[in-house]
């Protein structure tokens, strides 16, 4: 499988993301209205927008970027090595800047990948970027392009393998492919309590660093390769 793509192309990444405002009492009364109506489409009867607040950080106009990390795959010694790079913080501009920075610098056969990245980290970054006024790198920039000339991989898609009926985690598609869990300590839901109540930015990287070592992982199995041992991995 992939047998056409070379691991050097790939950019694995993941992305971390959290609400404006740490509660909704803390939202301008134009975001709160906005709230109300896009929360109405899917909070239950008995829920307030306040209540459901917490999942603002999932849409790129309520919730803002915390972390994004890279990573790629390298050969040591006739095993894989990955080497991470984490871009993190509170200011959501320097972070996106400092990404697209790198992204440009990059040769027009390079891959993006992420798991559900389609649907969730490719386009929230793209948002994002145009709300703080960046311009989009030439791997996000998107608009006009043909299907086939759009350099993005999805763990979760290619595990559909053209089935679109269910959703599967990134947990359990590590687990089904006996690859350590990369969800040990938080998980997605939690990040935006350890983000407002705990501001622990060294536990969301931690936690972001592990997906996207987890997604690298994947790729690996997918193509029928050796798994990267745990001391071949660096942080730079």
Request: with cysteine; aromatic share 10%; hydrophobic share 40%.
């Amino acid at each position: 499988m992939l047998s056409h793509i070379s691991l050097s192309q790939i950019i694995f990444l993941d992305i971390e993301t959290v609400p404006l405002q740490p509660d909704f009492l803390t939202l301008n009364e134009e975001f709160q209205h906005l709230w109300e109506l896009k929360s109405g489409n899917f909070r239950k009867d008995d829920q307030s927008a306040a209540d459901v607040y917490t999942r603002a950080g999932i849409f790129a106009e309520f919730g803002k970027i915390i972390c994004i990390t890279i990573g790629r795959i390298t050969e040591e010694n006739d095993d894989y090595g990955f080497r991470l790079k984490s871009f993190y913080g509170d200011d959501e501009r320097t972070i996106l800047n400092d990404f697209a920075a790198v992204l440009r610098k990059q040769k027009r056969d390079k891959l993006l990948c992420a798991h559900n990245g389609r649907e969730f980290d490719y386009p929230f970054l793209s948002r994002r970027m145009l709300i703080n006024g960046i311009e989009l790198p030439p791997l996000l920039d998107i608009a006009g392009k043909r299907p086939w000339e759009i350099n993005h991989l999805d763990t979760m898609e290619l595990w559909k393998f053209g089935d679109y009926k269910n959703y599967t985690s990134l947990r359990l598609l590590a687990a089904v492919l006996n690859i350590p869990t990369p969800k040990d300590d938080i998980d997605g839901s939690q990040v935006g309590a350890v983000y407002w109540e705990d501001h622990d930015l060294e536990r969301i990287k931690t936690y972001c660093e592990k997906d996207v070592l987890t997604v690298a992982q994947i790729i690996l199995r997918f193509k029928g390769k050796a798994l990267i041992l745990d001391e071949n991995v660096a942080r730079v």
